[in-house]
């Protein structure tokens, strides 16, 4: 049994630096498909799928590159911007500095001192790249410092469901933004130029082009995408392994409450078997994007239930 | 021009032994080896984020205490002695508190009376008649000391309410241990490392009676108070939760967390916030850092306090000149360690001699802390001690005033190479229901500007390792 507010602590934190990694994936996928496909389009989409977009449409009339990229990296008229979610990881980190271990705390702090020295040039084309990387190292340096020095109570399960509830969510965004281009009726001209790019895109987005490749050996298809993302175990950003490492998590911190269990372990439960036993082509039959719909509100609900459950 | 003692020249320039090592070491390391190591404790302090909180600036408010990383030392004898008298004043200092709270034989012995301890702003009327378990009120206590010569040590002030700092002293040890492992090597230092393990059995010795291991906590205000990082430090170091007042709840006298698991038994809280926010049931209404019951609690002995609210009547200057006093009066002792003269201006007689001598003495306000609104005579313009000697006149029960101390210097790292500069020493010395704990040394403060005497953070002051030395110190190995 740990503080209630530790356990709130240590789930934001984790959920705050999943964030910031998939944004700088998001970034790097819109800016490398820029070129290739429409600008303006691929920049809405990035904006949609970080929740964001209206936000957007208050502060610029019209999406350009520069302004998007700059939004989505550092804006203060952002809170998701990723550097409001490394300000608001060390926040969290801070207030439980005592349960992180040291080389927790300084994954977060050293990114967030760093961030404190970028001036806008860091997020012009030129350098968009480099600093996105950047992004990466320190949520990498951070994932890698608590799976190898923190010990396994109940802090450490309660970060792994903050990553993992943020990248369920966090990919089911990015599908649903661009289910409209994996619609299978649509794709008739299945190994068409643009259509390779796009769905290339899609997986970009959540660094999985050479996985497709490993799992697959054949030319980028639409349900191949879906399922890849959303069924498959293997798949170490799809909903089914976050899921599978959700029901982990609070099976783990059930047994450490003496098996009480409660709702949020009963929704787990049921979406992840749900990704477990489904099938792509059943999905795309009742419709894609209300299967993501429901995969974005169900993680949502199952946010607030654990807290519900654990946080009060 | 005054003669100041250097702790590694003496007063006669020749190196002292203590510091044979290191002023060999110093003479042979080029300054920009030195630089390099200063500027990589920078960055190690910085990385671990040990910063304090500047309440007065603007932008940035997490800053870094300047470190200095030519350390202080003793030697085994020097502290031997001291830790004979640190031991002996906090003895006395909590039998004070326990009389002051229970018999008052003191008063009864002429030596205070009612009024002065009444009347006093840091007397805690909810405390008279409660014994806390072990009879311990100032579990943790920093005791400021300063030294003039070879031999000459003084007790500059009593911390007994929450001192900080000693977080500073372990990750002092520890960035030097990293940075120069061969001066480790070839000298031989008493390590520090086993403060917080000394805190936490300090702790659970107060504890109430409990089913299983009594759960210790650390009561913060929170992030943004200037000593959180030693708070979220030492429940780490120890391995204890670190809550804050919204954490905690009263049920029917006992005190609990909220968990992930529901409400948790609390025995022994290790509060660092001040009385006055403790129980806003018994204290201010309007304090959400503390817990609602909490006191009723405590009375009921289902809780332990550390420090018991109510110790800071043991600390205040006003008080200190009776310390002495104290310890014969309760121990039947001669005081080891000496009291610097203090003349406490609500008595006439005193107030105007030290009108009539401001140029040499230094006035402090009775209970001020931090080293602000004090005058230093010696370093004063004519200007500044006449607007002081008005509020003196105002008001002259809230100072102070002791006569300007020659404090030892310490060769400390400056921008132009090395050159002395004003030192002072705080101990931390652990009280519990077993026993009394000093870990050898303590937190060195440097008054980093060039005759300053000054040493406080607050207004400019940064640290220093301090190293003990074994008992059998026989040079190189």
């Known amino acids: 049994m740990m503080l209630a507010r530790a356990a709130e602590s240590l789930f934001w934190l984790a959920r705050y630096m999943e964030r910031m990694d998939n944004l700088a994936r998001l970034i790097?996928?819109?800016?490398?498909?820029?070129?290739?496909?429409?600008?303006?389009?691929?920049?809405?989409?990035?904006?949609?799928?970080?929740?964001?977009?209206?936000?957007y449409d208050t502060v610029y009339e019209t999406v350009s590159p520069q302004s998007a990229a700059l939004f989505l990296c550092t804006s203060p008229d952002n809170p998701s911007a990723i550097v409001s979610c490394l300000d608001l990881a060390r926040v969290n980190a801070r207030a439980m500095r005592g349960a992180l271990t040291r080389d927790m705390w300084e994954a977060v702090n050293q990114g967030w001192m760093e961030s404190r020295q970028l001036d806008a040039s860091a997020f012009t084309a030129a350098r968009l790249p480099e600093t996105l990387d950047w992004v990466r190292t320190i949520s990498t340096r951070f994932a890698g410092a608590y799976e190898t020095t923190m010990l396994r109570n109940e802090n450490y399960w309660f970060v792994r469901l903050g990553t993992f509830l943020e990248r369920a969510d966090n990919t089911a965004r990015i599908l649903d933004v661009k289910y409209h281009l994996l619609l299978p009726e649509e794709s008739s001209g299945v190994g068409g130029m643009l259509d390779y790019y796009q769905w290339t895109s899609?997986?970009?987005?959540?660094?999985?082009?050479?996985?497709?490749?490993?799992?697959?050996?054949?030319?980028?298809?639409?349900?191949?995408?879906?399922?890849?993302?959303?069924?498959?175990?293997?798949?170490?950003?799809?909903?089914?392994?976050?899921?599978?490492?959700?029901?982990?998590?609070?099976?783990?911190?059930?047994?450490?409450?003496?098996?009480?269990?409660?709702?949020?372990?009963?929704?787990?439960?049921?979406?992840?078997?749900q990704l477990r036993y489904g099938r792509i082509g059943d999905i795309f039959q009742s419709g894609l994007h209300e299967h993501l719909t429901e995969q974005i509100e169900r993680a949502a609900e199952l946010g607030d239930q654990i807290a519900a459950h654990y946080m009060r | 021009m005054r003669q100041f003692f250097d702790d590694m020249h003496g007063t006669d320039g020749d190196i002292r032994a203590a510091y044979a090592e290191i002023a060999t070491w110093l003479a042979q390391t080029p300054p920009d080896t030195l630089n390099a190591k200063r500027e990589e404790a920078e960055r190690l302090f910085r990385r671990i984020g040990i910063t304090f909180a500047v309440y007065t600036e603007g932008g940035d408010t997490e800053r870094l205490i300047p470190f200095d990383i030519i350390p202080r030392i003793l030697d085994a004898d020097e502290w031997a002695f001291l830790e004979r008298g640190l031991k002996q004043r906090v003895n006395a200092l909590n039998l004070f508190l326990a009389d002051v709270y229970g018999a008052r034989e003191i008063v009864r012995a002429g030596k205070l009376t009612n009024e002065q301890i009444d009347g006093h702003p840091a007397y805690c009327v909810q405390m008279q008649g409660v014994m806390p378990p072990g009879g311990v009120y100032t579990h943790v206590a920093g005791i400021d000391l300063v030294r003039t010569g070879v031999n000459d040590f003084y007790v500059l002030e009593d911390n007994c309410r929450t001192?900080?700092?000693?977080?500073?002293?372990?990750?002092?040890r520890s960035v030097m241990m990293r940075l120069f492992p061969e001066l480790f090597a070839r000298i031989g230092v008493e390590p520090v490392a086993r403060y917080p393990q000394?805190?936490?059995?300090?702790?659970?010795s107060v504890a109430p009676l409990a089913d299983d291991e009594p759960c210790v906590v650390v009561l913060t205000p929170g992030q943004f108070n200037s000593a959180y990082y030693e708070h979220s430090f030492l429940a780490d170091e120890m391995g204890v939760e670190l809550v804050e007042g919204i954490d905690l709840v009263v049920r029917e006298k006992k005190v609990y967390m909220r968990t992930?698991?529901?409400?948790?038994r609390v025995h022994v809280i290790y509060r660092r916030i001040d009385d006055d926010f403790l129980d806003p049931m018994v204290f201010r209404a309007d304090s959400a850092l503390g817990a609602f019951g909490l006191m009723e609690a405590y009375r009921a002995g289902n809780v332990a306090l550390a420090n018991a609210p109510g110790a800071g009547i043991a600390d205040d200057k006003a008080i200190y000149m009776h310390v002495p006093e104290m310890i014969r009066f309760y121990l039947g002792e001669e005081p080891i360690l000496n009291n610097v003269p203090t003349w406490d201006c609500a008595n006439d007689g005193a107030l105007a001699y030290v009108l009539d001598h401001l140029e040499e003495l230094v006035v402090k306000e009775a209970r001020?802390?931090?080293?602000?609104?004090?005058?230093?005579?010696?370093?004063?313009?004519?200007?500044?001690?006449?607007?002081f000697a008005k509020k003196l006149r105002e008001n002259p029960s809230a100072y102070v005033a002791q006569p300007t101390l020659a404090l030892s210097t310490c060769p400390t790292f400056v921008a132009d190479g090395?050159?002395?500069?004003?030192?002072?020493?705080?101990?931390?010395?652990?009280?519990?229901?077993?026993?009394?704990?000093?870990?050898?040394?303590?937190?060195?403060?440097?008054?980093?500007?060039?005759?300053?005497?000054?040493?406080?953070?607050s207004q400019g002051g940064g640290t220093k390792d301090t190293w003990v030395l074994h008992t059998r110190q026989n040079g190189a190995k």
């Open chain 2, 368 to 387: 001020g802390s931090g080293g602000y609104g004090m005058l230093v005579g010696p370093h004063s313009t004519k200007k500044t001690r006449d607007a």
């Open chain 2, 418 to 457: 090395t050159a002395p500069r004003h030192v002072d020493l705080r101990p931390f010395v652990l009280s519990g229901a077993d026993s009394v704990r000093i870990v050898p040394g303590g937190l060195t403060r440097v008054a980093l500007s060039e005759g300053s005497l000054v040493v406080n953070s």
């Open chain 1, 202 to 273: 899609v997986l970009r987005a959540v660094s999985a082009v050479r996985a497709y490749q490993w799992v697959y050996r054949e030319e980028v298809k639409p349900w191949n995408v879906a399922e890849l993302l959303l069924l498959r175990p293997e798949m170490p950003r799809s909903l089914r392994a976050s899921y599978d490492a959700i029901t982990e998590c609070l099976d783990r911190i059930a047994a450490m409450h003496g098996g009480q269990r409660g709702e949020c372990h009963r929704i787990a439960g049921a979406v992840a078997s």
């Open chain 2, 198 to 204: 000394d805190l936490l059995r300090t702790l659970q």
């Open chain 2, 163 to 172: 001192p900080s700092g000693v977080s500073y002293m372990l990750e002092n």
């Open chain 2, 260 to 264: 992930t698991g529901g409400l948790k």
């Open chain 1, 28 to 55: 790097e996928a819109a800016q490398s498909m820029a070129g290739v496909l429409s600008e303006t389009e691929e920049w809405r989409s990035a904006l949609t799928a970080a929740g964001v977009d209206e936000l």
